[in-house]
């Protein structure tokens, strides 16, 4: 999964996001609401991490702007804030849940499977699809009965293919998906998790099928 994590508490911001990347998930970090409405415009996200206090504004106008916007990326607020009257406000607002400093790592992680699971609208978090069964939360894959280790990104990129089953990925697109604004991705890093991806799925239903000039597409078999 790919967040963004909205936090001008540096220290709070490098402990949350060193805990979210050794789940394997890609994090993108903004100060400011200024530098989080940039990411936003140019990426694409799974979740959005958003403080209320930030130097620049209150991080409820983010918020109120990017659902007036038809966004529908869930957002958990981060408040020190304890008060009933503020966290109802959020979630008037349009956030999908709230969390009050000071927190456990543990429960935000937990916060964060939740929410994503009430997003795809399903209540487990298993994939069953073409002979594979998938767990993103834990990593496990399993091909026929048979269990596969994957690298962290190609965990994700698998996620990524079978939440869009169909749907055709750019390039560059994946390459969104699956790396941070500061990290230097080439092309042929992502023709390598393709085709390491593809050995994965061997022994399934499933396949990726290139489509010249456009990227990359999950088909079923079956």
Not at 81 to 94: A, C, T
Not at 148 to 153: D, P, Y
Not at 185 to 197: D, K, M, P, T
Request: hydrophobic share 40%.
């Amino acid at each position: 999964m790919k967040f963004l994590l909205v936090e001008d508490n540096r220290a709070l911001a490098d402990a949350v996001a060193s805990r979210m990347r050794l789940d394997g998930h890609v994090i993108d970090h903004a100060e400011k609401l200024e530098d989080a409405s940039a990411f936003v415009a140019t990426g694409d996200y799974d979740l959005i991490l958003l403080d209320i206090m930030l130097p620049d504004g209150d991080g409820r106008t983010f918020l109120e702007r990017h659902r007036a916007s038809d966004l529908d990326t869930p957002v958990i607020v981060l408040t020190a804030r304890s008060q009933v009257s503020d966290r109802i406000g959020s979630l008037d607002l349009g956030a999908d849940d709230y969390i009050t400093k000071p927190f456990d790592h543990a429960e935000l992680e937990a916060r964060c499977r939740a929410v994503l699971r009430r997003k795809s609208g399903n209540a487990k978090t298993t994939i069953e699809r073409g002979g594979i069964v998938f767990d993103p939360v834990a990593g496990h894959l399993s091909v026929g009965g048979v269990g596969v280790t994957l690298r962290n990104r190609e965990l994700r990129l698998l996620e990524v293919f079978l939440n869009a089953p169909g749907q055709v990925f750019s390039k560059q697109k994946l390459a969104d998906r699956l790396f941070s604004y500061d990290d230097d991705v080439s092309e042929n890093a992502i023709e390598v998790y393709i085709g390491r991806l593809r050995k994965h799925l061997e022994g399934s239903e499933l396949s990726i099928t290139t489509l010249r000039g456009l990227g990359y597409r999950l088909d079923h078999a079956g």
